[in-house]
């Protein structure tokens, strides 16, 4: 069984930046490929980042590029979104999920029906 416990989140001012984790156990990290999605009150779950097995190939979510950076350590089985620049349109619930063996990821990485293993979530809120 996969579990996936996010940490990292909290309150910042906007312009700042934050650090997620993502720390995994119940599986071999370093063969499965992982993202990021966001959820704001009242509106549905949005990709953010995603981030093959090796760490070799990412993908990011227009609203975010050129201010998130998405990395892992295969060695401490965890994934990382850097977030900078932060603006207020940022807050949100921040999920970590896991995705199965598939070879429709690399097109279809930011479509949540790609996992099948998420967190709990942790909040992220950007003040003005």
């Known amino acids: 069984q996969v579990q996936l416990a996010e940490s990292g989140g909290g309150l910042v001012q906007a312009g700042g930046s934050l650090r997620l984790s993502c720390a995994a156990s119940g599986h071999t990290f370093s063969s499965y490929n992982m993202g990021w999605f966001r959820q704001a009150p009242g509106k549905e779950r949005e990709f953010v980042a995603a981030?093959?097995?090796?760490?070799?190939?990412?993908f990011y979510a227009d609203s975010v590029k050129g201010r998130f950076t998405i990395s892992r350590n295969n060695g401490k089985n965890t994934v990382y979104p850097q977030m900078n620049s932060l603006k207020h349109e940022d807050t949100a619930v921040y999920y970590c999920?896991?995705?199965?063996?598939?070879?429709?990821?690399?097109?279809?990485?930011?479509?949540?029906?790609?996992?099948?293993?998420w967190g709990q979530g942790t909040q992220v809120t950007v003040f003005l």
């Open positions: 981030i093959n097995w090796s760490g070799g190939t990412t």
């Open positions: 999920a896991h995705a199965p063996y598939s070879n429709s990821w690399y097109e279809r990485a930011g479509h949540p029906s790609e996992y099948n293993y």
